[in-house]
């Protein structure tokens, strides 16, 4: 491995995990004008125990006063801390890294994003194959800034290529890593399932700590995911933006985490773009009900955080109305309760979920679905009555 990165507080490897990341297992992951300040926090108060910042185009916070401003926030209680990066240039990497180094528990690569606009930057999920240049943005990093570099991947169709992609990364300095069950073509339609025996094949091949990251739809999958890998966190994005709680094993209503993200914001400022796009999705399975999909229109066109507010207040004066009393009480007295197979009420913080059910583009033998855990389970079920 590299030499060790400069400055005295630098610590490596699980000293790095269990000192800095403080033992973390319930990671929130880094979220395109979704994992902002506002939301780390809510999602902190809910038991996560790391947060990732948005990924952050490093020649734009390296270059522009601006960018960093709209795009980077954090406060003391904001910790433990990664900022994650998009980069193809080492010294540009660095120069950005360095900027928030002061800031933060580590900076990381982003090596998974398979969005076009990543293939058109030539960055992200687009670098797996640019060995060389991994190697020098890693290993620069790892040497020249004060806390540890790490990196999130996505992997290849073949186990045995993703592992030696791992030990690569790890040998070139990286502290920690975390793995997302897909290959890059996996977006959008052909989303489908993670696979947790490459994440597990990776685990068991390098010396850092590693996170899992797919398939995570309920704080049960967080726990299967620990047992069937070994990994040392598991990491979610979309189960995290449906259900902020999700670490808590609740399925709160949904206008109780509207508003208490709402909250956030008066105390932590962010983009408009952001809180429309939290609302969305905390109010996703209410909108989709034919008489609620007009406040769709009412919350886009918003145009400042009042009238967020207070479409959600209605909606959710409105959704009262309709619910008896009785059925709130006995669905709050069973929130921490419901499982996959049962019917929650719409109105509950719950998963998106997806019909594709291919796992790195084949389709998985019936003992991985049972493997796979309650995100299989969910995609068995007719889609109108978990919506």
């Known amino acids: 491995m590299s030499g060790q990165p400069k400055g005295s507080h630098a610590v490596v490897g699980y000293e790095f995990w269990k000192r800095s990341l403080r033992g973390a297992k319930h990671v929130v992951a880094p979220m395109v004008d979704q994992s902002e300040l506002p939301w780390r926090m809510l999602s902190r108060k809910y038991g996560a125990d790391l947060c990732y910042t948005p990924m952050l185009h490093a020649a734009l916070f390296a270059r522009s006063e601006k960018y960093r401003k709209a795009n980077f926030a954090t406060c003391a209680e904001d910790r433990p801390l990664i900022v994650q990066f998009c980069a193809n240039d080492p010294q540009t990497l660095l120069e950005a890294s360095r900027l928030v180094q002061d800031r933060c528990d580590a900076v990381d690569l982003n090596l998974g994003c398979p969005q076009g606009i990543a293939r058109r930057g030539y960055y992200?999920?687009?670098?797996?194959d640019e060995w060389e240049l991994l190697t020098d943005m890693v290993g620069l990093l790892h040497r020249e800034l004060s806390v540890p570099v790490t990196c999130k991947i996505r992997v290849f169709q073949d186990v045995g290529r993703t592992v030696q992609y791992a030990r690569m990364l790890e040998a070139a300095g990286?502290?920690?890593?975390?793995?997302?069950?897909?290959?890059?073509?996996?977006?959008?339609?052909?989303?489908?399932?993670?696979?947790?025996?490459?994440?597990?094949?990776?685990?068991?091949?390098?010396?850092?700590?590693?996170?899992?990251?797919?398939?995570?739809?309920?704080?049960?999958?967080?726990e299967q995911c620990l047992l069937d890998t070994g990994v040392d966190g598991v990491m979610t994005a979309e189960g995290n933006l449906y259900n902020p709680a999700i670490f808590t094993g609740r399925q709160p209503p949904c206008w109780e985490m509207a508003e208490e993200y709402l909250q956030m914001v008066r105390s932590y400022a962010c983009p408009l773009t952001c809180v429309r796009a939290h609302l969305f999705k905390l109010w996703g399975h209410v909108l989709r009900k034919s008489e609620y999909k007009r406040f769709y229109g009412e919350f886009g066109s918003a145009k400042s955080f009042e009238e967020l507010e207070k479409t959600s207040l209605t909606l959710k004066s409105l959704l009262l109305g309709r619910i008896s009393g009785q059925r709130l009480a006995l669905s709050a007295k069973d929130s921490s309760m419901w499982q996959p197979d049962s019917i929650i009420p719409f109105w509950r913080c719950q998963p998106y979920i997806r019909n594709d059910y291919k796992v790195c583009g084949k389709a998985p033998e019936s003992d991985v679905v049972e493997r796979l855990g309650d995100c299989a389970l969910l995609l068995e079920k007719d889609q109108s009555k978990v919506a």
């Open 124 to 128: 992200g999920a687009f670098l797996q």
């Open 174 to 222: 990286c502290q920690l890593l975390t793995v997302h069950g897909r290959t890059r073509e996996q977006l959008k339609q052909k989303t489908g399932l993670a696979s947790w025996d490459h994440i597990k094949a990776v685990k068991e091949s390098v010396e850092i700590p590693v996170f899992a990251n797919g398939n995570i739809q309920f704080l049960r999958d967080v």
